[in-house]
């Protein structure tokens, strides 16, 4: 709808992009719906072949997104994020999955909730798929939290 292409360009508007920065449907896309999941703590999994501009929208929320202290006046009325990756492949453990979420509670554990989240993101999610340990098993428990 017009409205909810409208909604994405003011938020990607308000981002500081290079002049060779394509500000394309998936970028716009990819941008809109982490600021509003972070910033609403409700997971994502942004799923997309490379080039579809997940790691470019993750680099510029995180720089956006830093509450009051944000270059964005309207950034500066939604929450501060602090990503923590974890980097997938076949080899990943739940145990490194479940140590990332438990980093991003310890990040968390004494600060306001509303006006600051850590976030984990996990890179290359389709890798862990691949191991014989079943890593992804881990998730559900701690999506639920």
């Not at 292409?5 to 982490?34: H, S, Y």
């Not at 602090?82 to 990332?100: A, E, F, R």
Request: glycine share 4%; charged share 20%; net charge positive.
């Amino acid at each position: 709808s017009c409205l909810l292409l409208r909604c994405q360009e003011v938020f990607l508007d308000e981002l500081k992009l290079g002049p060779n920065i394509a500000r394309n449907k998936a970028l716009r896309e990819n941008v809109f719906m982490m600021v509003v999941c972070i910033d609403t703590r409700i997971p994502l999994f942004l799923v997309g072949k490379p080039g579809s501009s997940k790691s470019l929208a993750k680099m510029v929320v995180a720089d956006a997104m830093q509450g009051h202290s944000s270059y964005s006046p309207l950034y500066q009325h939604l929450k501060q994020v602090h990503m923590v990756s974890y980097q997938c492949s076949p080899l990943s453990t739940s145990n490194g999955i479940v140590g990332t979420f438990k980093q991003c509670r310890l990040l968390q554990k004494d600060k306001n909730k509303k006006h600051y989240v850590a976030a984990v993101v996990l890179d290359e999610v389709g890798l862990a798929e691949d191991s014989p340990r079943l890593p992804l098993k881990a998730l559900h428990p701690l999506l639920e939290d």
